[in-house]
C-alpha cells in the first residue's frame, strides 16, 4: 500500500516569506508526527498529533512554526517569516497508535533552503 | 536530560566485514528502542525496534541488536557488510507516552569493496 508522502519534496524560498509543508500519512494511521533533520541539530521532534489533536508541541522551536491535522488525515507545518536557520529536512511520521510504541513510518522529508 | 547517543558520525568497513555502530542512552528507566536507516535523499525505515521480551532482536537486511540493561546500550551489529549497506544509521528511544522519539546523532557507514 501507498506509505507516508510529502509534498513539495524541495523547496526554496526566501528569508521573510511563509512556508507551508504537507503530509499524508498512511491511511488509517491515527498518530502522526514532524520532525526536523539539520546539519546543526540533527534529527529533532518538532509536533505529534493524535486524530486532529496536538497533545505535544513541545519541539516547536518558535511561535513562528505551527501545524494543523483536519480529518484526521493530512497535516500542514506552516513556517512564518522564514529564516535562513529554518534550512532544513522536514521529516513526517504516521503510526497506528494501537499499541504503546507502534512503529512510525516516515515519509521522504520535504527538503527546505531558506535563502 | 535524557539523551542518546551514537559513538562515532562515521564508520568504515570492508565488504564482508562485521559492522558494528553503538548506542547508549541516558537513563533509569529502560526505553523502547529503535534502530532507523536512511539511504541518500530518503527518509527513514525502521530496521528493527526492542519493546518487551527477548533482548536480542533481529532485523532486517541481516542486522542485529542486543539491548543490555546493565550497560544502557542497544549496539547494532551485521556479520558481514554489503555495498548496499552503506548509509546513514540512527539510533532513537522514546520514554514518553505518544511516542515521540528522540534520536541519536546519526552513523554514517562506508563499505569499502
Known amino acids: 500500500g501507498a506509505g507516508v508522502s510529502q509534498s513539495p519534496s524541495n523547496k526554496v524560498t526566501e528569508k521573510g516569506k511563509d512556508v507551508e509543508l504537507r503530509c499524508d500519512p498512511i491511511?488509517?494511521?491515527?498518530?502522526l508526527y514532524w520532525y526536523r533533520q539539520s546539519l546543526g541539530q540533527g534529527l529533532e521532534f518538532l509536533i505529534y498529533?493524535?486524530?486532529?489533536?496536538?497533545?505535544?508541541k513541545s519541539g516547536l522551536p518558535s511561535d513562528r512554526f505551527s501545524a494543523e491535522r483536519t480529518g484526521g488525515s493530512v497535516s500542514t507545518l506552516t513556517i512564518q517569516r522564514t529564516q535562513q536557520e529554518d534550512s532544513a529536512v522536514y521529516l513526517c511520521?504516521?503510526?497506528?497508535?494501537?499499541?504503546?510504541?507502534?512503529?512510525?513510518?516516515f515519509g521522504p522529508g520535504t527538503r527546505l533552503l531558506v535563502l | 536530560a535524557q539523551s542518546v547517543t551514537q559513538l562515532g558520525s562515521h564508520v568504515s568497513v570492508s565488504e564482508g566485514a562485521l559492522v558494528l555502530l553503538r548506542c547508549n542512552y541516558s537513563?533509569?528507566?529502560?526505553?523502547?528502542l529503535f534502530w532507523y536507516v536512511q539511504y541518500p535523499n530518503q527518509g527513514l525505515q525502521l530496521l528493527l525496534k526492542?519493546?518487551?521480551?527477548?533482548?536480542l532482536v533481529k532485523g532486517i537486511n541481516g542486522f542485529e541488536a542486543e539491548f543490555k540493561k546493565s550497560e544502557t546500550s542497544f549496539h547494532l551489529t551485521k556479520p558481514s557488510a554489503h555495498m548496499s549497506d552503506a548509509a546513514e544509521y540512527f539510533c532513537?528511544?522514546?520514554?514518553?507516552?505518544?511516542?515521540?522519539?528522540?534520536f541519536g546523532g546519526g552513523t554514517r557507514v562506508l563499505v569499502k569493496p
Open positions: 532513537a528511544v522514546s520514554w514518553a507516552a505518544g511516542n515521540k522519539l528522540t
Open positions: 537513563s533509569s528507566v529502560p526505553p523502547y
Open positions: 526492542y519493546t518487551t521480551g527477548a533482548t
Open positions: 498529533f493524535q486524530g486532529n489533536s496536538a497533545p505535544d
Open positions: 511520521a504516521s503510526s497506528t497508535q494501537q499499541g504503546y510504541q507502534e512503529t512510525q513510518y
Open positions: 491511511s488509517g494511521h491515527t498518530a
